[in-house]
């Protein structure tokens, strides 16, 4: 009989966003008149800008001709949405970073899980507790933690605890560990880092041989020009640092998919027997093997964003969004309810009130209110007490979900 990947059973219950919706589905059977408000997963709401949906549109009727047809596109993407990147979202910030660097996909999601078929197996990993699930996840699936404990804490991790007390900044760990995941703005506590605070993190990865993995998938919503959008802007990073990117969440692309992820050349880890190997050749050969690329349509799409219009229309988005958010935070406030996050990021992040668990209060807003938000405990034991709500989607929406908060 075939044999299965055990590791796979040591994963805790569902996967957070799976368990909501079954929790929500459960709950709109047994109340099939109750009009749910959805601010859980992050998932958009608004049209996809014209710019995207006119270069769609064209490229889709290209492709109905003899000469605009094509077919299988580069593994890595095609060159003239490589190239859009690498200008306009890092060297227009002094990042040093080519169009070579820069790898096509469908998703951060799928990237910050696949990079794994790259490294290998002893490493020593870090994640922030709260956490992307994701991260820890596909490290369990991997093989590379032990079993859960009773908070659901894998064995084998270092978690890096990020609350209120804190400030939600991650303390430098104080044993050696070779691979770092950091979310900046983070997912899901909405909070940022200065570039001080990014560059003790290149200086230790530099110090200690680490890979950090930086995932910049909100880094549209940051409104404080002072803010480092990317790990490149910090000096060294290119030795030591991959950077996940999406067009989901600025432009609107949770369903058409498109991100990328950038591999400096030269960036290196070692074999176990200590030999120097780059890392940049080992993911073009894996995206070469076991991707075959973004659409062709889809990635036309992507280089609108990088067009005067594209700019205005997302600019458009985030700022909609980041109004959202905005709203979230200053009702909840008057309501009494300490808040964090959404101001560089469409994510708020609130305490539940006083003697409520995090899924006690999701159980209450789903209920009385019927608000559907995310459970902080589901990032991580540290998330316990903490709720997430997403700034994602219409006013009336935003506005109504309040009303009904406040009305609690
Ligand atoms: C979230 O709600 O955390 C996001 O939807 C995560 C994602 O983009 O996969």
Known sequence: MVQVNENYLKLKAGYLFPEIARRVKAFSEANPDAALIRLGIGDVTEPLPEACRTAMKNAIDAMGTAEGFRGYGPEQG????????ASHDFQARGCSISAEEIFISDGSKCDSSN??????????????????PVYVDSNVMAGHTGPADERGRYGGLTYLPITAENGFSPAIPDEPVDLIYLCFPNNPTGAVAGRGELKAWVDYARAHGSLILFDAAYEAFIQDPELPHSIFEIDGARECAIEFRSFSKNAGFTGTRCALTVVPRGLTGRTAAGEE???WPLWNRRQSTKFNGVSYPVQRGAEAVYSPEGQAQVNRL??????????IRRELSAAGISVHGGEHAPYVWLRAPEGLDSWDFFDQLLQKAHVVGTPGSGFGAAGEGYFRLSAFNSRANVEEAMQRIRNL
Do not use: C, H, K, Q
Request: hydrophobic share 55%; proline share 5%.
């Open 78 to 85: 095609y060159a003239w949405l490589r190239e859009a990147i």
């Open 115 to 132: 990079i794994l078929d790259i490294l290998g197996p002893g490493n020593r990993i870090a994640v922030t507790d709260p956490v992307y």
């Open 277 to 279: 190997v780059e890392l």
């Open 318 to 327: 985030v700022r909609f969004y980041m109004d959202n958010a905005a709203l």
